[in-house]
């Protein structure tokens, strides 16, 4: 990673769109955050001066800060100009680009990152985009040792480092897992499995998971997110599942816009500040004392994420918590650079911590041995 004195230790780029906005002020907080002893001179980045100004502008009037449009610097970049993404990149440390969708825009900006020796961190959760990326440019980034890490929104921080906490809290080997994501709005909840629709089925089709998942998150019906089902499954597992099914089409779409569209729809305009998520997981595995060669696992685990709404404030807080990862425990992280997910850069580093003193909560809800 750049170890010269570089102008900006932070760029927004994209930080005039919907997402750009929202990672702008949690900048512009984590900049006056308690115990920051440096200084962190940033700026943003887009193809209009005029945008990004009202973009510190909005940023200073929500934030109560009236100097901070002067406080940061102002970069004009466009995708389509490479010669403009390199003077962009040169006066990073990090990138955080918020520009989308990266399977149009993205690749432009990780290859303009990697050849000026900047780390860039994404919030895509486009499956293609990451592949490609790691397939193209991972040897690349290990030689110039910048890191280029994708999905570190709401996709996927929080489901990631979930899997790392309950690994590191399971007294034991951690062998088996599952997970459960319910989107609070308002009195109602949704809730969308995160896994095969396979499983899926098994565990809404079984009753003691349901009421599990029900006590665990405190939720009262749980209407179930995903593509209509298919025939092939059993009568019985689709028509309970269907009560709670909401059809959707296309698999390239992020479950977060979907469920967003869901709740626009069905529930009335939910107000981003009334949203909030838990993702629980169920871990399975077999105790020190156990080799993992037994039958049958003898650990049960569960435990929890919670934060704020998913989609922008979440999503905000795990970039730039992401990015501040990057500058600051670079000790832990992987020896060479390179492009990694978000569980295999950050999971030896803080990052759990810095998340749940921005209000991303890790927590264990229970452990026993069976
Ligand atoms: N994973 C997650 O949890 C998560 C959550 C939220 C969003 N996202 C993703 O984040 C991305 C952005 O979403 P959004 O809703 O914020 O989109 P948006 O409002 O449309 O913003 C797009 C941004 O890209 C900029 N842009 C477009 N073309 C450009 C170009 N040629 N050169 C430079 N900048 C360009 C736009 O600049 P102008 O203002 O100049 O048009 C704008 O700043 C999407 O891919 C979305 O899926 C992911």
Same mark, same amino acid.
């Given at each position: 990673m750049a170890t010269e004195q570089r102008p900006f230790r932070l760029v927004v780029v994209g930080a005039s769109g919907f997402t750009g906005q929202f990672v702008t002020e949690e900048v512009a907080r984590e900049q006056e955050a308690p115990g920051r002893s440096s200084r962190l001179p940033w700026a943003v980045a887009g193809r !209009?001066?005029?945008?990004? *100004?009202? #973009?510190?502008?909005?940023?200073?009037? /929500?934030?109560?800060?009236? +100097?901070?449009? !002067?406080? &940061?610097?102002? $970069?004009?970049?466009?995708?389509?100009?490479?010669?403009?993404?390199? %003077?962009?990149?040169k006066q990073a440390t990090v990138v955080l680009n918020c520009v989308g969708p990266y399977r149009f825009y993205g690749e432009p900006i990780v /290859?303009?990152?990697?050849?000026?020796?900047? =780390?860039? $961190?994404?919030?895509?959760?486009?499956? *293609?985009?990451?592949?490609?990326m790691q397939l193209k440019y991972h040897e690349k980034a290990a030689e110039k040792g910048v890191y280029i890490i994708g999905s570190s929104g709401f996709d996927s921080i929080p489901a990631d480092l979930g899997v790392i906490y309950t690994r590191n809290k399971m007294n034991g080997t951690l062998t088996a897992?599952?997970?459960?994501?319910?989107?609070?709005?308002?009195?109602?909840?949704?809730?969308?499995?995160d896994g095969t629709w396979k499983s899926a089925i098994y565990s809404f089709g079984n009753q003691s998971t349901l009421r599990k998942l029900r006590n665990a =998150?405190?939720? @009262?019906? #749980?209407?179930?997110?995903?593509?209509?089902? @298919?025939?092939?499954?059993? &009568?019985?597992?689709?028509?309970?599942?269907?009560?709670? =099914? &909401?059809?959707?089409?296309? =698999?390239?779409?992020?479950? #977060? @816009?979907? +469920?967003?569209?869901?709740?626009?729809?069905?529930?009335?305009?939910?107000?981003?500040?009334?949203?909030s998520f838990t993702l629980t997981f169920f871990g399975q595995g077999y105790s020190k004392c156990l080799g993992t060669d037994q039958k049958k696992p003898n650990m049960k685990i569960c435990t929890q994420v919670k934060g704020p709404e998913a989609g922008y404030v979440a999503t905000s807080i795990a970039m730039v918590q992401a990015a501040m990862t990057l500058l600051?425990?670079?000790s832990?992280?992987? @020896?060479?650079?390179? #492009?990694? +997910?978000?569980?295999?850069?950050?999971?030896? +580093?803080?990052?759990?911590?810095?998340?749940? *003193?921005?209000? $991303?909560?890790?927590?264990?809800?229970? !452990?026993? %041995?069976?």
């Open positions: !209009s001066r005029e945008k990004l *100004q009202g #973009v510190l502008e909005r940023a200073a009037l /929500k934030l109560g800060r009236p +100097t901070l449009s !002067s406080e &940061v610097g102002i $970069i004009i970049c466009d995708v389509s100009n490479p010669a403009s993404l390199d %003077e962009m990149a /290859k303009a990152c990697i050849e000026n020796g900047t =780390s860039c $961190i994404d919030i895509s959760g486009e499956p *293609q985009f990451l592949e490609l897992m599952e997970s459960f994501l319910t989107i609070h709005s308002g009195p109602e909840g949704l809730c969308i499995h =998150s405190n939720l @009262k019906p #749980v209407p179930f997110i995903g593509p209509k089902l @298919k025939r092939r499954w059993p &009568v019985s597992y689709c028509r309970e599942l269907n009560r709670y =099914s &909401v059809p959707f089409l296309g =698999s390239d779409v992020s479950v #977060v @816009k979907r +469920t967003q569209r869901y709740l626009h729809e069905n529930l009335g305009e939910s107000p981003i500040d009334a949203s600051n425990d670079v832990d992280l992987p @020896k060479a650079g390179g #492009v990694f +997910t978000p569980g295999a850069a950050f999971s030896r +580093t803080k990052l759990i911590d810095r998340l749940n *003193q921005r209000g $991303i909560e890790f927590s264990v809800i229970s !452990s026993s %041995e069976v």
